[in-house]
């Protein structure tokens, strides 16, 4: 075999090593094009660290809606998402902080589920239902079980558990995006 072969043949074996490495450990542009912006906020509120107990420092509705446009920054929506229905204005009182950060992750959480149902951004939307159990507001809540229990019947093509979150989510989106609009904002999708 000439030198010009068995260098060829290095050359193939290192680079298909090398896409076969990459396909296992998540690196290589396939890797990289799958882990977009939503994919990636998902991720890291699954891995943020537990809320303190207690509720956290105890809002009104104007600081309620200025945390809650904070955490807009770092929570992922679908496109076309926005928080604009979430209705903090007419709050009675106070909410604590952690509860603050769990509505807006469950309002997330149901444009998510909306999103995979009507066929808008269906891959981001399987990757990001997969994490919403372990984000960082809702984890350890019962929002968080009913999103594993909608994680798994998405998983499964189906079923009880997200054919009622949905129910719920939509009867939810009609209220928020007539709220937002008497409010002179865009409604979410």
Known sequence: MSAWRRWLIVVVVVVVGAAVSAGQHGHGAAAAAADDAATLQSR?????????????????????????????????????GNFNGIQWGDLDGTIGAALVQEVVEYNAACQWY??????RGVADARRVIVDL??????????????AAGVAADVAAGGGDVLTGVLRQCDAAHQREVAYAAANGKAGER
């Not at 960082?136 to 079980?145: E, P, V, W």
């Open 133 to 146: 159990p372990g984000w960082q507001g809702i984890r350890g809540h019962a929002t968080g079980d009913l």
């Open 44 to 80: 890291q509120l699954a891995a943020a660290p537990a809320l303190a107990g207690g509720g956290g420092e105890e809002l009104d509705g104007r600081r309620a809606a200025a945390l809650a446009a904070d955490l807009a920054t770092r929570v992922p929506l679908p496109a076309g």
């Open 114 to 119: 909306r999103a995979l149902r009507d066929g």
